[in-house]
């Protein structure tokens, strides 16, 4: 089972971080200095024009990251 895997040290490692700034700037640092292999993250799936304005912080760390990242986009509803 995954426990038992994580238990023998088989599987990746979850950190939990408390910080504040710029979520992408921070989340960045926090994979160049610990040297992460992969970046997990969500997506609120805003608008091309919210996401322009606002930025995106999914879009800040894809471009910029030294490892690989996945952006977990968020489950459309279905209509019936």
Do not use: W, Y
Not at 21 to 35: K, S, V, Y
Not at 42 to 65: E, M, N, P, Q, Y
């Amino acid at each position: 089972t995954a426990r038992r895997l994580r238990d023998g040290g088989v599987g990746p490692t979850v950190k939990e971080e408390l910080d504040s700034g710029d979520p992408a700037d921070i989340i960045l640092a926090a994979a160049e200095q610990d040297n992460m292999d992969l970046i997990i993250m969500g997506s609120r799936g805003l608008a091309a024009a919210r996401r322009f304005l606002l930025g995106s912080v999914s879009t800040k760390v894809t471009t910029h990251a030294h490892c690989a990242v996945l952006v977990a986009h968020p489950k459309e509803a279905h209509t019936a």
